[in-house]
């Protein structure tokens, strides 16, 4: 198979760097401004078996389907459809039916998903926020591939909406380390400190979490295909 990836130019790096996105199972090469880009190429296609093997390691693919299950806030949620009910999901014990037509299943579920992914991480990061004593501009999610959060310096914190999935806990840890930054806009051993004052505790076991299962994070809702 030849190895495919995309290419960006990207003004802030200082080198060319080949990472993988797990949402479409596609290589992406980003190189400095003035970087060669016969050069860069030629070293990605020299880095095949690095892409294959990360393609090999995806997770299963979970499509938001009728009869699959997805973790919401700690609760595993049943999709069930029902043409009949509202086209608004709607979660009811350990459930979330979906009305209308089945083909628009898997955008309903994503809408529902984003929504309540916000609602969540607002009323958190407030939360957090007056715990530390500190303001935030304004909360937004998204879908990013090598970010669980950012903070910038305009007070704007964004989050992957994908965090609605992770356990409660390590959620949560990762609201406090977006808000410690509110404090502190680096990593330094103060920064670190106010996360655990934030959060209450060490959050070194949430951090282990994402890194060990946040690739089974971007499975789902993806389909069976894979880019390559």
Known sequence: MTAEFDIVRHPRARRTKLSFDPRTGRARLTL???????????WARGQQAWIERQRDAMPQARPFVPGAR???EGVDLLIVHDEAASRLPAASDDHLV?????DMVGRRVAAWLKRRALAVLEKETAFYAARGGVTVARVAVGDPHGRWGSCAHDGTIRYSLRLILAPPEVRRATVAHEVAHR????????????????FGRDPRAERTWLRTHGAQLHSFGRSESRGG
Do not use: C, K, T
Request: proline share 11%; aromatic share 2%; glycine share 6%.
């Open 32 to 42: 400095p401004s003035r970087a060669s880009m016969e050069r860069a190429v030629a």
């Open 70 to 72: 997805i973790p919401v």
């Open 183 to 198: 404090l502190h806009m680096d990593h330094s051993p103060a920064f670190h400190a106010a996360v655990e004052r934030l």
């Open 98 to 102: 979906v009305g209308g037509p089945d």
